[in-house]
């Protein structure tokens, strides 16, 4: 895993768009984001068991597992929104970046590649796009029943529950790092 400010220079989604200004992760940690790195499936089983994530699926995002719908796809991915869940994912293979926002409303792009995994907060404005190999393979799990509902941001979203009580806990005390 690798953290630092969005550039936010023109050009494709899935480049570095790297600022030259890193994140440490005791700021990631901040905003409630966890992360860890299993090169063993048996450590995702004892996290999922302690964190009570009952389900699991995997995605493949690429050109060849997707076909025509890849790129419509790769553009919902990066609409900017927040879940009403938590969002974890384990990389498999290949990678990604997500990028979230920090406190002060600026982009953070968090590189994740293999054996990477990443939980983020619910209520969490983020936005995800494959890196330039166009190929992700990620482990996502849940506390319930698989859903990926995403809810793009708006005066709605801004209103929501879950946003109220990620910005209470942004705002609050620290989050230890991990």
Known sequence: MRA???DNAPGDQRQLHD????VAPSDLSRLGILHYNFADRGDVDKLAQE???KNR???????ETMGDA???KVKMFFHEHLHEDEEIRYI???GGYFDVRGKEDGWIRILLEKNDLMIMPAGIYHRFTPDEKNY????RLFKD???WTPLNRGEETDENGFRKSYLAMRDGPSVAAH
């Open 70 to 72: 890849y790129e419509g």
């Open 4 to 6: 630092y400010w969005f």
């Open 51 to 53: 964190r009570n994530y």
């Open 92 to 94: 498999l293979d290949g």
């Open 19 to 22: 600022s030259g200004k890193e």
């Open 145 to 147: 029943e698989p859903k």
């Open 136 to 139: 992700t393979k990620a482990m």
């Open 57 to 63: 699926d995997e995605i493949t995002i690429s050109p």
